[in-house]
């Protein structure tokens, strides 16, 4: 339905505007509508199928009901512990899901795609701590507001001032999207470490998904290089900013977030210009700039535990696994 919208530029500023209208929202309401990137992917999954956007939606109270059922009893001295079972909830719900719609023509199933796939978890995470009903109401009303502002973006730009909204697009062959062999494997093993870590450690080692994802970024060269230097540059300038600014919390996120899609943006623009078949990085759509977001966010978060060890430590695997997987199922295949 809104194919045409599903570019490069459109869903990255969807994710900008998101964040942003996420913060603001948080300042006046004093409620986190979700999280600061939810209201944002909302758009980018309902432009990508409103059905799969919807079901998202639907699934967050799925989630919700079970660990309030099942879960809720259980008590951890960390904070973060009931969002890495609602995680592990939501991939084992989300990847089914898809692979039936798939099925039934109503959603193209790809691994990139389903960048939103963390969003039931994020919502079901957030009314564990806030009323329910005040954070509905937050993610609907940011995330009306972040899909109003985006059209508007694109109708003004593209009817009244000519604006090309897809020019990276085009650039990216298909033989360059973000593969994974057996995803759900991946992103499961990723995901326990991670939480095994976090309870030794109290730190948040990469986020919680993301890391399979820079792994599979790294095993392209160009991709891997312009990806490393990406974080180190985000890196170094959000610390100096921050460190001057006295910028923490949901702001130092925003800052992060933003820095990390002019990076992206602007080093794809710049290369294309140089040599238009030349693509800097591996994969289409979000997943490159999240996964900067998340890592050089949590390695200014935990640098005092030894964030960025654990970071490491849990990128290594991912890419063990990565490499792994891949060659079982090269092996299946010649078999």
Known sequence: MFEFLNT??????????????????????????????????????????????????????????????????????????????????????????????????????????MTGSLIPAIIAFSWTKQKQLRVVQGVGI?????????????????????????????????????????????????????????????????????????????????????FLLGCLLVGSLSWLICRYSLTIGLNRYGLVLFMSVVYVWGVELLLLQYNPTLVPFRGLNLLVVIAMITLVNDSLLYWKKGGLKYISLVALVAITLNILATYIKQLQVFI
Request: net charge negative; glycine share 8%.
């Open 8 to 113: 490069s530029e459109i869903t990255r500023l969807a994710l900008l505007i998101g964040a942003f209208a996420a913060i603001y929202y948080k300042d006046n309401e004093g409620i986190v509508p979700g999280g600061v990137i939810v209201p944002g992917l909302l758009v980018v999954t309902i432009i990508l199928s409103p059905i799969w956007g919807i079901s998202l939606i639907g699934l967050a109270f799925i989630l919700f009901s079970l660990y309030q059922r099942y879960f809720s009893h259980l008590k951890s001295l960390q904070p973060r512990t009931p969002m890495y079972i609602l995680a592990i909830m939501s991939l084992c719900l989300v990847y089914p899901l898809a692979i039936l719609y798939d099925n039934l023509g109503w959603v193209q199933f790809s691994e990139e795609g």
């Open 142 to 226: 940011t995330t009306l507001f972040t899909g109003g502002i985006v059209a508007t973006i694109y109708w003004l730009g593209w009817y009244w001032l000519d604006i090309d909204f897809n020019i990276v697009h085009p650039a990216y062959a298909e033989t360059l999207d973000i593969e994974f062999s057996y995803p759900l494997l991946q992103f499961g093993l990723v995901l326990v470490l991670s939480y095994l870590i976090y309870q030794r450690s109290s730190v948040r080692s990469g986020g919680y998904i993301v890391l399979p994802a820079a792994a599979a970024l790294l095993m392209e060269p160009l991709s891997a290089v312009t």
